[in-house]
């Protein structure tokens, strides 16, 4: 199976299982690495996977990369993340929608895993196991800033990825569109009560898992270190610079990138 024709097609005649949906903004460093990702987990399912790249306010090569692997193009400028994957789960024509942002890649037997999940007819959907490319103290910061209060708010839930029947993605209206931090909790917790109701249960997929990267937690822990006086080693261009010099900056999260 090749990055083109043979997996992640356009073509509207074939009966589509999985629909995979990526958000993605200025992503032109990091999707490749997803894509392919998604070309090895969809080798047991030829001709039966989709992938959804949704634009959002892209000025690089995204959009380009996207066709070459064939994907399905969408574009919304919105700044909110969660409408962002709702209209690439609209035009989904797949019976299984999967979610995972464009700085991520699953394992190979991701998708196999999922189905396997599913088929059971005991689980809802779910999410999976997240690791992080490496450990740093912008990571370790995130996790206490961010992390901490939404698992404190939620309970312990897996996200990261998710999964689940179109049906059920839409019986709960997919993500909350009122929200802009800790929509995916929020979608976690909701299609979990919604299985209860349906008699099923929240899975985590174990035996797959994704990688993330850390560049933005990176930034996010790196900036806070410095308020904070904590002596920070991080390894994105421009930030130990930032760090030492104290001075004033303005951080995109969305992009990774840091303005002085």
């Not at 903004?25 to 992938?51: F, G, M, T």
């Not at 809802?124 to 206490?144: A, D, P, T």
């Not at 349906?198 to 990176?218: F, P």
């Amino acid at each position: 199976m090749t990055k083109s024709s043979d997996c992640l097609g356009t073509d509207s005649g074939r009966k589509i299982k999985f629909s995979i949906i990526i958000p993605a903004y200025n992503e032109e460093k990091l999707i490749k690495r997803c894509l392919d990702s998604i070309v090895a987990a969809s080798a047991p399912y030829k001709d039966q996977v989709e992938v959804i790249v949704v634009l959002n306010r892209c000025t690089d090569q995204t959009g380009e990369i996207a066709l070459s692997y064939n994907c399905v193009i969408v574009k919304e400028d919105s700044k909110n993340l969660s409408k962002i994957r709702n209209v690439g789960a609209k035009v989904a024509r797949g019976e299984i929608l999967v979610t995972i942002d464009a700085d991520s890649w699953m394992t190979g037997n991701m998708l196999t895993e999922i189905e396997k999940k599913l088929m059971t007819g005991k689980y809802i959907g779910g999410g999976v196991i997240s690791r992080f490319e490496r450990m740093s103290l912008g990571i370790v910061v995130s996790l206490l800033i961010v992390a901490v209060p939404l698992i404190i708010k939620y309970g312990l839930i897996s996200v990261g990825l998710f999964w689940c029947y179109k049906k059920d993605f839409e019986s709960i209206n997919g993500f909350n569109e009122n929200l802009r931090i800790g929509e995916d909790a929020d979608l976690a917790m909701r299609l979990k009560k919604w299985g209860k109701e349906c008699g099923k249960k929240y899975g985590t997929i174990t035996r797959a898992h994704i990688m993330t990267s850390s560049r933005k937690a990176d930034i996010f822990g790196a900036i806070v270190a410095r308020e904070y006086g904590i002596p920070a080693v991080v390894n994105i261009p421009g930030v130990l610079k930032i760090i030492k010099d104290s001075q004033l900056i303005t951080v995109d999260g969305d992009e990774g990138k840091v303005y002085l």
